[in-house]
């Protein structure tokens, strides 16, 4: 289970987040990276951490409750 | 033998972009954060705008030295490329240049460098890109033997007058982005 934050302050709306978890994040009216869910199991926002271009997304890995 | 000029004019042409692009990359900077044209500009496509101008800059740089080096009108050495004063040829109005470049390097390469650096520290030594700008422009001006024509000096004046509106704009328009949390829209 991970905890997502996006520095919003870093995103500059490449979009690769929604590409690879769109259940997880999306793209704003300012073309800007949102999180439409908080926590996830999914390991795609693993993978959308690790290749946001700007490193803008973190992620703590905290236990299911 | 007549002196064949084409280094010369490789290192003045290639000096001159240099300056220029790295305008354009300070200025696509600010548009990036200032946002002036709002959504109509993709905050991406900025960033690798920004990026693309401030590589080109940089290698504008090498072809400056290498020319510089090939000419025989200046007769500059490679310590005087890499080492600030250790340049024959005005080695104040050299080594302004030789810092600018080596920094605006160092800028270059931080940003592949976030993760180890920090987000924080990257964005400290961004700042640094103003230096740079200032020592490129007085590099430019004290050392460039165009500086005198009125071309030139137009180009310098704009340069510093695009800036300093671009970092006006983004200082003044400081309209916050809204940021819609996770839980605001769960329902």
Redesign the interface.
């Known amino acids: 289970m991970y905890r997502v934050t996006i520095d919003r302050s870093l995103c500059n709306g490449y979009g690769v987040c929604e590409a690879l978890a769109p259940d997880v994040f999306e793209l704003d009216n300012d073309g800007l990276a949102v999180l439409r869910s908080g926590v996830s199991e999914d390991e795609a926002v693993r993978e959308a951490c690790d290749n946001c271009p700007m490193g803008a997304i973190t992620l703590v890995q905290v236990e299911a409750a | 033998m007549k002196h064949d000029p084409t280094f010369w004019l490789l290192a003045r042409a290639s000096g001159l972009t240099a300056y220029a692009l790295l305008t354009a990359s300070v200025l696509a900077g600010l548009v ?1 954060k200032a946002r002036p044209f709002g ?1 109509a500009l ?3 496509t ?2 690798d705008t920004h990026r693309f101008l401030a590589m080109l800059g940089l290698g504008m740089l090498v072809m400056h030295g290498v020319t510089l080096m090939l000419d025989q009108t200046v007769h500059m050495p490679l310590t005087g490329l890499f080492v600030p004063g250790s340049s024959p040829y005005r080695p104040a109005a050299v080594a302004a240049g030789v810092v600018g470049a080596e920094l605006m390097l160092l800028i270059y390469v931080s940003f592949s460098l ?2 180890r650096i920090g ?1 924080r520290n990257w964005r400290r030594l961004h700042w640094a890109t103003y230096l740079v700008f200032g020592l490129a422009t007085i590099h430019g001006f004290a050392s460039g033997t165009d500086s005198t024509q009125p071309w030139a000096r137009d180009l310098y004046l704009g340069a510093i007058a695009a800036v300093a509106f671009a970092t006006a704009w983004r200082t003044l328009d400081r309209t916050p ?7 605001e ?2 329902t």
């Open positions: 990036l959504r993709k905050p991406a900025v960033t976030r993760k987000t982005t809204p940021v819609r949390t996770a839980t829209r769960s």
